[in-house]
């Protein structure tokens, strides 16, 4: 059984991801916008910078987030989440332990898991205090290389766990129908936005598969 307290709210739509953007002025400027057409998360995902540049990028989105009213998620790095004020984490399965990030964090932060293609593993990190478990990737994607690939049936799987269910990898308003209608309560996007002629109307096509305006 999950120790953590459910989410408020049953979270449900767009969660997006930041690209690997090393000015931040820019990195805000891209992101701002988008904060006001309803996304439900923001991931702050940044694998090229230094230290110094992530701690800053991250700080300025947190207070982004903060007057959007929008959850800020770090990735991979529970020290930057905690020196932030961020709402939380996620952690692939090289990127430390999950139990140790609620610790560290506190039963109200959002900890997130990368559950790939194993309902296993969904099934352990919910046991160790994942607030979501995310899957994928579902289609080929740009942003980063995968090897294992997830179906919508391993969303419908997951029902059990009692947690939110995030859909990851090569998803676009157009594919994105059958895995929510298998259970998907995120769909993470970071190129179908981010890399759109237009990524506020990109993320309000992804808001209106849920069903939304």
Same mark, same amino acid.
């Given at each position: ?36 057409? /309803? ?44 020196? $932030?004020?961020?709402? /939380? ?21 959002? $900890? ?12 352990? !990190?919910? !046991?160790?205090?994942? %607030? ?10 740009? %942003? ?15 029902? %059990? ?38 990524? $506020? ?13």
């Amino acid at each position: 059984m999950n120790p953590v307290p459910p989410l408020i709210g049953a979270p449900r739509g767009l969660y997006l991801i930041t690209p690997d953007e090393p000015d931040t002025d820019r990195l805000l400027a891209r992101v701002r916008p988008l904060l006001a057409t /309803g996304v439900t998360w923001l991931q702050y995902r940044q694998k090229t910078a230094d230290d110094a540049l992530r701690h800053a990028q991250a700080a300025a989105l947190q207070a982004a987030c903060t007057g959007a009213g929008v959850p800020l998620i770090i990735n991979d790095d529970v020290a930057l989440a905690r020196a $932030v004020g961020a709402a /939380g984490v996620h952690l692939g399965e090289d990127d430390g332990d999950i139990a140790a990030a609620r610790a560290a964090l506190g039963p109200q932060a959002i $900890v997130g898991a990368s559950c790939y293609d194993e309902l296993a593993r969904a099934q352990q !990190a919910v !046991a160790s205090g994942a %607030s979501y478990v995310a899957f994928g990737a579902f289609f080929p994607t740009q %942003s980063k290389q995968t090897t294992r690939r997830a179906t919508p049936g391993l969303l419908a799987q997951a029902a %059990s766990l009692g947690v939110p269910r995030v859909a990851i990898g090569g998803i676009t308003p157009d594919n994105m129908g059958p895995l929510v209608a298998a259970g998907a309560d995120l769909i993470a996007v970071i190129g179908g936005v981010f890399e759109a002629a237009d990524p $506020v109307a990109a993320a309000q096509s992804y808001r209106k598969g849920f069903g939304g305006t």
